[in-house]
Every structure is written in C-alpha cells, then in structure tokens.
C-alpha cells in the first residue's frame, strides 16, 4: 500500500521537474500552459482550487487515449486562464477512476469550483470538447 503523502510529495516533484523542463509558459498558476499531472493523493487539493478543471482519466495502453492527448495539451495551452487540464493515469491511480465510476477511458471529467458538473466518454474531436467546457465558463 502506498503513503498517500509520499505519492502526493512524488506527484508534486515530477510536476515540479517537468515544469522546469519545458520552460516558463503562459497560463494559470501552477499549470504552466500544461495539463497537471494528478494522482490519487493530489486530486483533491487539485479540484478544489478555484475555476475550470477537466481531468483526463486515461492509461498509457489506450489509444483512443493517445489520440486525445495532444488535444488536451494544445487545450491547456490556448485555454490558459480560463481552463486547467489534468491527467490522472488510471491503472497508476485506481482509487480515483473507481471513486468516480470511470468504466471506459477516456474519461474527462469537469470540475467547476471543485464541484463535478459535466463528463465526456470517448475520443472526441477538439470542438467538441471545447463546447462542453463554454456550458460553464
């Protein structure tokens, strides 16, 4: 079983690194421009923070997964400001997917003000997506 203060110290250092990484980008604080690593131990303090929080539940084997992720980091880039973008691996993270019923991946929840308010099931096209989020922005 693992701490789930020393997962959240590890999500938060990886987070750290690869934002130092890639560099100082627009965006709102904390996210650099770029979608949140989130684990089972950072996802609560992640949703509560105020504003707009899609969280992508998603696993490296899935394709459909795959093909959404350069969506959603684009996304986080042009929505900077207005939009934060999670990723939450599903099979590194099962307390998280399981807390929130999430049967297919990709999943994308919506979290307004740290409260869920949409979903979307499936590989979808940006417009898509994008329309979900401008219901509550």
């Known amino acids: 079983m693992v701490d789930p203060e020393l997962e959240a110290i590890r999500a ?5 690194l690869l934002e130092a990484r890639a560099g100082p980008s627009p965006g ?4 650099g421009g770029k979608p949140v690593l989130i684990t089972d131990g950072t996802f ?4 509560r ?3 707009l929080l899609l969280v992508d539940f998603w696993a490296a084997w899935c394709g459909p997964c795959l093909r959404v992720a350069p969506i959603l980091e684009q996304m986080a880039m042009d929505l900077a400001g207005t939009l934060r973008i999670g990723k939450l691996n599903v099979d590194e993270n099962p307390r998280t997917a399981e807390r929130f019923q999430v049967m297919s991946i990709p999943t994308m929840l ?3 003000d740290g409260k869920l308010v949409d979903g979307i099931v499936g590989a979808l096209p940006r417009a898509q997506i994008e329309a979900v989020v401008r219901k509550w922005t």
């Not at 709102?28 to 996210?31: C, F, W």
């Open 12 to 16: 938060r250092k990886l987070q750290q």
């Open 49 to 51: 923070k105020p504003g």
């Open 110 to 112: 919506l979290f307004k």
């Open 28 to 31: 709102l604080p904390g996210s």
């Open 44 to 47: 609560d303090t992640e949703v």
